[in-house]
C-alpha cells in the first residue's frame, strides 16, 4: 500500500530564504507526483506535475524534482515570500487510481 | 470561469439529517472524484467516477452515495449524518484515469454536524 509522508510537518522561515520541502513515498511504481498548495479555509492549487519519466520540473520560484528509485520529491522554493505562506501537499499516482496524499507541510514566511 | 465549483461552501447540520453536496466542473472532463479531509487535515480518496461509472470506492460507509447525473456533475449524498463525518469534502476532476493525468479541485465544502 502507497504511503507518502511529508518533512518537515512545519516549517518557519524569514523573507528571502530559499527553502526545501520533502516528500517520501513508499512504492516507487508511480505514475506522476503532483504538488499542491493549501491557503486556510481554500481549496488546492495544483503548483507542479512530474511525470514519472521527469527528473523536474520548474514553474517561476518553484522547481520540484524526482527520484523514483528512491521514492522521493523536493520541492525548492527560491527567495521565500510572506505570500508563500500556506500548507504545500505532495501526492502520488500510484496507478490508475486516485491521488494518495501527505499530510502536507505547513510553512510559514516572517517578513 | 473554468473550474470545479462545489455548493454550498460550509454546511453546518445535526446528527441524523441527510444533506447533499454538489460538484460541477466545466473543464470537459470525464473523471470526477471526492476526496475527504479531516480534521488532522488528511485527504483521501473516497469514491472516483469515470463517465458516470463508479470506479472507485474505498471504503466508505454505504451511508455516503455519490450520483453522476452526467459527465460534468458528481454529487455527495450523506445519509444519517454523523459527528465523524465532519470535515472538508473536495470534489476535483481530471480527464482521463490513466496515470499522469492532472486533477483540479475545487474550493471544498466545510461539513460541520453537531
Known amino acids: 500500500k502507497q504511503e507518502v509522508t511529508q518533512i518537515p510537518a512545519a516549517l518557519s522561515v524569514p523573507e528571502g530564504e530559499n527553502l526545501v520541502l520533502n516528500c517520501s513515498f513508499t512504492d516507487s511504481a508511480i505514475y506522476n507526483l503532483q504538488w499542491f498548495r493549501q491557503d486556510p479555509g481554500k481549496g488546492l492549487t495544483s503548483l507542479l506535475l512530474?511525470?514519472?519519466?521527469?527528473r523536474e520540473q520548474t514553474s517561476g520560484r518553484l522547481n520540484a524534482s524526482l527520484d523514483k528509485s528512491s521514492g522521493r520529491s523536493t520541492l525548492y522554493i527560491a527567495a521565500s515570500q510572506p505570500g508563500d505562506s500556506a500548507t504545500y501537499l505532495c501526492?502520488?499516482?500510484?496507478?490508475?487510481?486516485?491521488?494518495?496524499f501527505g499530510k502536507g507541510t505547513r510553512l510559514s514566511v516572517i517578513a | 470561469d473554468t473550474a470545479v465549483s462545489q455548493t454550498p461552501k460550509y454546511l453546518v447540520t445535526q446528527m441524523g439529517n441527510d444533506k447533499s453536496i454538489k460538484c460541477e466542473q466545466n473543464l470537459g472532463h470525464d473523471t470526477m472524484y471526492w476526496y475527504k479531509q479531516d480534521s488532522k487535515k488528511f485527504l483521501k480518496i473516497m469514491f472516483s467516477?469515470?463517465?458516470?461509472?463508479?470506479?472507485i470506492n474505498e471504503t466508505v460507509p454505504n451511508r455516503f452515495s455519490p450520483k453522476s447525473p452526467d459527465k460534468a456533475h458528481l454529487n455527495l449524498h450523506i445519509n444519517s449524518l454523523e459527528l465523524g463525518d465532519s470535515a472538508v469534502y473536495f470534489c476535483?476532476?481530471?480527464?482521463?484515469?490513466?496515470?499522469?493525468?492532472?486533477?483540479?479541485f475545487g474550493p471544498g465544502t466545510r461539513l460541520t454536524v453537531l
Open positions: 512530474i511525470q514519472s519519466s521527469q
Open positions: 501526492a502520488v499516482i500510484p496507478g490508475n487510481t486516485p491521488l494518495v
Open positions: 476535483a476532476s481530471s480527464r482521463g484515469l490513466a496515470g499522469g493525468i492532472e486533477q483540479f
Open positions: 467516477y469515470n463517465n458516470k461509472e463508479l470506479i
